[in-house]
């Protein structure tokens, strides 16, 4: 079955420090990926999405992702991260073909000072 | 700009009521989706339809029903409420495989 994988359910970093977050995905066929996040009572927000062309895209709020096929990951990165980031994140992914999406479990972002 | 409304942002109900969701979009897409998201779980897929009056089961509909009378228009139906279904709950609509957009969320309990 068709599966996306968030490892970190949370993830604790200091303010003005790098941020990785990982997903990977089950092999199918050319998948389409997104990474949402979703601040606390609110609906998801896209961040940014990868359809095709360059691996590396980028996003709002200074993140961006990069696409490596080979490993079947779609991590999310951003070089500073700033207390106002401070969300729960999920990667998605759907496949040609289908009218469906799959959501990883999503980790949650704590920022410090 | 575009907009996914849902009805009511909190909602409280008893066991055994009959519950209506609603969500509206106004960017004319063809599908639309409903999720519950509960903590550990991430989102879950209720229903979808991709078209009006066309809708399919996802992975968990058992409970639950859904109507699309209008193409703008998706209702997620608790015939008879339960208290596992305290949960929010997340409307979306997409054109195609684009990215979803999603409604602010119905934080649901039932009592």
């Known amino acids: 079955a068709q599966s996306v994988t968030q490892p970190d359910i949370h993830i604790t970093v200091s303010e003005g420090a790098s941020l990785e977050l990982r997903c990977n995905y089950s092999?199918?066929?050319?998948?389409?990926l997104f990474w949402y996040v979703q601040s606390p009572g609110q609906g998801l927000q896209l961040l940014l999405k990868?359809?095709?062309?360059?691996?590396l895209v980028q996003g709002i709020k200074g993140f961006e992702a990069e696409f490596k096929r080979s490993q079947s990951s779609f991590n999310l990165r951003k070089p500073s991260v700033h207390w106002s980031d401070a969300a729960e994140y999920f990667c998605?992914?759907?496949?040609?073909?289908?009218?469906?999406?799959?959501f990883g479990a999503g980790t949650r972002l704590f920022v410090k000072a | 700009d575009v907009k996914v409304t849902q009805s009511s942002r909190y909602l409280v109900k008893r066991t055994g009521e009959k519950v209506f969701l609603e969500c509206v979009q106004d960017?004319?897409?063809?599908?639309m989706f409903w999720y519950r998201q509960d903590p550990g779980l991430g989102l879950r897929l209720i229903y979808f339809?991709?078209?009006?009056?066309?809708?399919e089961k996802g992975d968990i509909p058992e409970g639950y029903s859904v109507s699309r009378e209008k193409k703008e228009r998706f209702s997620l139906i608790l015939e008879s409420a339960s208290t596992n279904q305290t949960s929010m709950y997340l409307c979306?609509?997409?054109?195609?495989?684009?990215?979803?957009?999603f409604g602010p969320g119905t934080r649901l309990t039932v009592t």
């Open positions: 979306a609509s997409t054109q195609g495989q684009m990215e979803q957009y």
């Open positions: 092999y199918g066929a050319t998948p389409y």
């Open positions: 990868y359809f095709s062309g360059d691996t």
């Open positions: 998605a992914v759907a496949w040609t073909g289908g009218f469906k999406t799959i």
């Open positions: 960017m004319d897409h063809e599908n």
């Open positions: 339809s991709y078209d009006v009056k066309m809708k």
